[in-house]
């Protein structure tokens, strides 16, 4: 797994957490953990694997020793 982005979807977060996709959605958009949307509200998740592992030992997200990312979005093209 190290050649890996530790960067994964909510497929793999799901898969890697072994629970559901309800449960894992519902966790991000209640803050119990730490993801990042692409364009929200309907934008892609990427959830970091530390942040996972921090989830399922029940760590919250501001314990988890890490800097947050910044939202970068896309500028409007003049027309």
Same mark, same amino acid.
């Given at each position: %797994?190290?050649?890996?982005?530790?960067? %994964?979807?909510?497929?793999?977060?799901?898969?890697? +957490?072994?629970?559901?996709? #309800?449960?894992? /959605?519902? +966790? /991000?958009?209640?803050?119990?953990?730490?993801?990042?949307?692409?364009?929200?509200?309907?934008?892609?998740? !990427?959830?970091? !694997? &530390? &942040? *996972?592992? +921090?989830? /399922?030992?029940? /760590? #919250?997200?501001?314990? *988890?020793? !890490?800097?947050?990312?910044?939202? *970068? *979005?896309?500028? !409007? #093209?003049?027309?």
């Amino acid at each position: %797994m190290s050649d890996q982005s530790p960067w %994964m979807t909510t497929t793999e977060a799901r898969l890697y +957490a072994r629970c559901g996709r #309800r449960q894992l /959605l519902a +966790a /991000l958009h209640t803050g119990e953990l730490a993801g990042t949307q692409r364009t929200a509200p309907r934008g892609t998740w !990427r959830i970091h !694997r &530390d &942040d *996972v592992d +921090a989830w /399922l030992r029940g /760590l #919250r997200p501001e314990s *988890v020793d !890490r800097k947050p990312l910044r939202r *970068v *979005v896309p500028k !409007r #093209r003049a027309s």
